[in-house]
């Protein structure tokens, strides 16, 4: 099934590009490799702020992290023209702005993964990090940045 007709399936439009609000650009090929910089949970339909294990559940903030694969998507779509380029998800880096005695990020970056996996399948399963940090851009919950192949062509 094309990725475009997975995500309609799936009620998932994706959105524009994400614009850069920094000194970076959205993303970058290098040979069959796309780095996409970090997506944050501050869009428009479903900001979340806060620290995770204190102001945000892991229920949230894991809503938050498929809704930043989904902004990563749009990114990547922008970048490539078509999702069906996309050979595999190579790596996750998930960053969540945790509360001093929190443990559970996995559980949070499970969102963008069980997402991205529901998508492509196969494809989609990656290597990851999930990481807790003292802070994030503007208190976003959480950030993510992903490495994927792209097939030739």
């Known amino acids: 099934m094309r990725i475009e007709q997975k995500l309609a399936s ?15 650009v959205p993303a970058v090929r290098t040979g069959n490799l796309l780095f996409v910089s970090g997506h ?15 102001d945000v559940t892991v229920e949230q903030a ?7 694969a989904i902004d ?3 990114t990547v779509a922008g970048a490539l023209k078509d999702l069906d380029h996309v050979s595999r998800i190579v ?17 949070v970056i ?24 003292a802070q994030l851009p503007a208190n976003a ?4 940045e992903m490495i994927l192949e792209i ?3």
């Not at 998932?12 to 609000?21: D, E, G, K, S, W």
């Not at 944050?40 to 204190?54: F, H, I, N, Q």
């Not at 960053?95 to 559980?107: G, L, R």
């Not at 919950?141 to 993510?144: G, L, T």
Request: proline share 7%.
């Open 10 to 24: 799936l009620g998932i439009t994706l959105p524009p590009p994400t614009a850069p609000v920094g000194s970076f």
């Open 91 to 107: 790596k996750l880096l998930g960053m969540v702005n945790s509360a001093e005695d929190f443990t559970e990020q996995p559980k």
């Open 72 to 74: 990563l998507l749009g």
């Open 151 to 153: 097939a030739e062509g």
């Open 40 to 54: 944050a949970s501050l869009g428009e339909d479903s900001p979340l702020t806060g620290k995770v294990g204190r």
């Open 110 to 133: 499970n969102g963008a993964s069980n997402l991205l996996i529901e998508v492509f399948g196969e494809r989609g399963k990656h290597a990851r990090s999930a990481i807790g940090v």
């Open 141 to 144: 919950s959480v950030e993510i």
């Open 62 to 68: 894991a809503q938050a992290a498929r809704q930043v």
